[in-house]
T-cell receptor, first 113, second 112 residues
C-alpha cells in the first residue's frame, strides 16, 4: 500500500454534470499529481499541485481544474462532463515537485453516461 | 498520442517461460520507469533507470535502458502466475520530472 487514498472509488455521472474527486497524499509528501487512464491505455498527466498551486499541466482543457489544501490533500474537478471523460483517475503523491517518485492511489473510476 | 509505444500489447505464456517486453520512442528521456498495475489498483513502481545502457535487476526481472535513452526493455525469467498484470513504462523528459509520459502497456498473463 502506498498510503495514498482516493475517493470515491466509483461514480457514475451524466453528460454536462460536474464531478469532484479527492486524494489524500502519503504522509510527508507535499506534491500531488493527477493522471487520467482511459480503458486500455496508459495514464496521461493532467496536472501537478505543489504548495497549493498548479505546477505543471498536461494537454487537458480548462474544464479540468484542481485544488491543493494546506494539509497537501487535493481535489480534481471536471466541469461539463463529456462521454470521453470516462476513465480511471489516478492521484499520485510525491515528496517533492521534481523527484520523479510517484506513489499512486487506487484511483477513482468515473463513468459518464 | 502516446510518446512511448510498448510491444507486445498482450502476452500469454506458460509458467516457467521467459519473456521480454519492449518500450520504444523517438524521444530522448532523462529517466525511464517501469510500473506494474493490477486490476482495481494504481500502478506500482518497479524500477527507475537514468543512465543510457543501464541495466538493473530485481529478482527475476531485468530492466535495461537503451544507449540512446529512447528505449527500454523488461525481461522476466521463469515467469510465475504472480507476475500477471499490466506492465507500463513511463519516461520523464526533464530530470526528476513528475509529469511522466506513459506507454500503452503490456498485459501479461502467466498460466499455471
Amino acid at each position: 500500500e502506498t498510503g495514498v487514498t482516493q475517493s470515491p472509488t466509483h461514480l457514475i455521472k451524466t453528460r454536462g454534470q460536474q464531478v469532484t474527486l479527492r486524494c489524500s497524499s502519503q504522509s510527508g509528501h507535499n506534491t500531488v499529481s493527477w493522471y487520467q487512464q482511459a480503458l486500455g491505455q496508459g495514464p496521461q498527466f493532467i496536472f501537478q499541485y505543489y504548495r497549493e498551486e498548479e505546477n505543471g499541466r498536461g494537454n487537458f482543457p480548462p474544464r479540468f481544474s484542481g485544488l491543493q489544501f494546506p494539509n497537501y490533500s487535493s481535489e480534481l474537478n471536471v466541469n461539463a462532463l463529456e462521454l470521453d471523460d470516462s476513465a480511471l483517475y489516478l492521484c499520485a503523491s510525491s515528496p517533492g515537485p521534481n523527484t520523479g517518485e510517484l506513489f499512486f492511489g487506487e484511483g477513482s473510476r468515473l463513468t459518464v453516461l | 498520442t502516446q510518446l512511448l509505444e510498448q510491444s507486445p500489447q498482450f502476452l500469454s505464456i506458460q509458467e516457467g517461460e521467459n519473456l521480454t517486453v519492449y518500450c520504444n520512442s523517438s524521444s530522448v528521456f532523462s529517466s525511464l520507469q517501469w510500473y506494474r498495475q493490477e486490476p482495481g489498483e494504481g500502478p506500482v513502481l518497479l524500477v527507475t533507470v537514468v543512465t543510457g545502457g543501464e541495466v538493473k535487476k530485481l529478482k527475476r526481472l531485468t530492466f535495461q535502458f537503451g544507449d540512446t535513452r529512447k528505449d527500454s526493455s523488461l525481461h522476466i525469467t521463469a515467469a510465475q502466475p504472480g507476475d500477471t498484470g499490466l506492465y507500463l513504462c513511463a519516461g520523464g523528459i526533464e530530470a526528476g520530472a513528475n509529469n511522466l509520459f506513459f506507454g500503452t502497456g503490456t498485459r501479461l498473463t502467466v498460466i499455471p
